[in-house]
Nanobody
Framework: QVQLVESGGGLVQAGGSLRLSCAASGSIFSINTMGWYRQAPGKQRELVARITSGDSTNYADSVKGRFTISRDNAKNTVYLQMNSLKPEDTAVYYC?????????????????WGQGTQVTVSS
């Protein structure tokens, strides 16, 4: 199976920056789509940013121009650089990776979520 470990959340003042990381480990054959989602209290989980294996990216309108998603395939890691943070960015951030892993002598698809990391932006 595939495990994800997130890091980089914390408390920051409005206008500040944070960088989130999500590292995957396990019997990984390939990782296709890597994404970041967030969930604020009382709200549904929403897509923040996503990057494909071809480095095509898409962002939520609310973060365009402020957040940048990137990936390091050699490290099976996805990053989210968050600049000009706003109080409304406060949420638990989750990474989601989709790909293929080794299962014995077979290859199987996986979709895994990170444990979540809290980002709090004070005004």
């Amino acid at each position: 199976q595939v495990q994800l470990v997130e890091s980089g959340g914390g408390l920051v003042q409005a206008g500040g920056s944070l960088r989130l990381s999500c590292a995957a480990s396990g019997s990984i054959f390939s990782i296709n789509t890597m994404g970041w989602y967030r969930q604020a209290p009382g709200k549904q989980r929403e897509l923040v940013a996503r990057i494909t294996s071809g480095d095509s990216t898409n962002y939520a309108d609310s973060v365009k121009g402020r957040f940048t998603i990137s990936r390091d395939n050699a490290k099976n890691t996805v990053y989210l650089q968050m600049n000009s943070l706003k109080p409304e960015d406060t949420a638990v951030y989750y990474c989601n990776l989709q790909g293929i892993y080794y299962s014995g002598t077979s290859l199987r698809a996986f979709g895994s979520w990170g444990q979540g990391t809290q980002v709090t932006v004070s005004s």
